[in-house]
Structure formats: C-alpha cells, structure tokens
C-alpha cells in the first residue's frame, strides 16, 4: 500500500480500515485529501485479498466537508480567466472531484461508513456513496453546500433521495439544516447508531468481518448488480444479474458454501 498524507490505512483479514487523517482541520478535504481517497478506493478495489472497507475519522470528527482553504484556492484561480475560460476550469474541477467520491461507490468491495462527530457537506457525499452507514449517538449531519450560496455537486442530491426519500431529502438539502443520528437513522440514513466510538467501530469492523467471510466473487456481483437496477429498468436488470449469476452457478464458490454447510465449518473462500 503506498504511502498517503491524508489517510490512515490498515489491512487485516480482508478487511481495509481507512481513517481520514487531517483531525486538526476536522478532517475537512483539501486537494490531496480528495485525490487520496480516490486512489485508495482504487488501490482496494484492485487488491484481491481486500473484501470489505470501513470508512471513518481520525479525532473528533468523520470530515467537516470540503476544506475552506481549498474553495478559497479554487476561487483564486478562476478569477484571472476569462469567462469561456472560468467555466470550462470549473467544470473540469468538479467532474474531478466528483469522481474521487464515485470512486467509493465503484469499489466492488462493500464499503462501511462509519461516523462520528460531524459529517458536513462533503461528508454527507462521501457517506451516501458507501454501502451504508453506521454512527455514533451525537454525531450531527447536514448538507451544507446551500449555506456556502452553491449546490451540493459531489453525489448528494443524486443519491440522497435514493436513501431517505425524495422528499426527506429535499428538506434536509434545500434547508441545509442540522439533524442528529436518532434523525438519521428514522429517515434510514443510518443502518445502526450507537452509543460512542469504540462500539461503533467495534461494530463496523465487525460487519466488515462477516462481509469478508462472504463469496468476494458473489459479494462483488451482488453490489455491482444493486448498483445497476438503480439506474435501468426492472427488466433489464433480471437479465443482467441472470447473465452476471451464469459463472457464479457454475463455479467452485456454490459447491465450497454446500460443503460447508454439509460439514459444518465456515467456508473457505479463495480471493
């Protein structure tokens, strides 16, 4: 695993525990904090021994969102262009970003938000794009962007409504106000919440474990499968997880799980 400057990572048993580690900013993202968290998105999802993934913060905090620091720099560079210029810069930093949070939802091995203190803003792109989420009791969530006189533009408005509901969403988006973990997890948001952080995380790379201990080939086609009936059509979708279960079927992963069952042992999965 290479070296990274804004993050902590950790493998142990298939599970990559990855902690944002800019805690004297609250976690908020600069530029190479969100070109990091896409490359060890990348880097996990092409590590075969990898099979589950739980995002969380190092301190206080999950992530206050996208660092003031860095819209201040983006805005500093935009002002010298033209406006033909302006937009076309523009347009290429948000599509970049945009694809550092994709990244998460690209990974073909499940990911675990889970979260502490505030998850702000970006946080809430960043936590939309995971699997699913877990918290602690205080943690506070709100999507900020519309306070900073923009629109969120990193994955929220697209997959929040996906989570809570279209309507829920466009209140907490549109308001940009403040709700707690107990809200979060009535509007399902949040799978879980708990009562401070080492349970959480006790939790969380509990979860992690059992994913693990899962068929990757199957784990990997489930969520892969998930993420296109989102997109199409019911019909299309039967037939594309029917195309995607023929090798599954037809591979050693069924047989091991029957194995196992008929002999009574966890079963032994190859990477």
């Known amino acids: 695993m290479k070296h990274f400057t804004s993050l902590v990572v950790a493998i142990e048993d298939g599970v990559a525990r990855v902690e944002f580690n800019r805690s004297e900013r609250a976690n908020a993202f600069n530029r190479t904090a969100w070109a990091e968290l896409g490359a060890v998105m990348q880097t996990l999802d092409a590590r075969p021994s990898v099979r589950a993934v739980a995002l969380s913060g190092r301190g206080r905090h999950f992530t206050a969102g996208i660092d003031v620091e860095f819209l201040q720099a983006i805005q500093a560079a935009l002002a010298p262009l033209d406006p033909a210029q302006r937009s076309a810069h523009c347009l290429e930093v948000i599509l970049w970003l945009q694809a550092q949070v994709t990244a998460i939802e690209a990974c073909r091995k499940p990911v675990i938000a889970a979260i502490h203190g505030a998850c702000l803003g970006g946080g809430i792109d960043i936590s939309s794009a995971c699997d699913f989420r877990y918290a602690v009791a205080d943690a506070r969530f709100a999507v900020k962007e519309i306070d900073r006189a923009i629109s969120a533009d990193l994955g929220t408005l697209q997959r929040l409504p996906r989570i809570v509901g279209e309507g829920v969403a466009r209140e907490l ?67 594309e997880v029917a195309e995607r279960n023929i090798p599954l079927l037809c591979g050693p992963g069924v047989a091991e799980a029957l194995a196992a069952q008929r002999e009574g042992r966890p079963p032994r999965y190859a990477d």
């Open 173 to 239: 988006i549109l308001t940009g106000r403040e709700f707690g973990a107990a809200e979060a997890e009535r509007r399902g948001f949040l799978n879980a919440v708990f009562p401070d952080v080492e349970a959480l995380m006790a939790a969380a790379l509990a979860t992690a474990q059992v994913l693990a201990s899962k068929s990757p080939l199957a784990v990997r086609g489930t969520k892969a499968a998930l993420n296109f009936s989102r997109e199409h059509t019911l019909a299309d979708a039967l037939h």
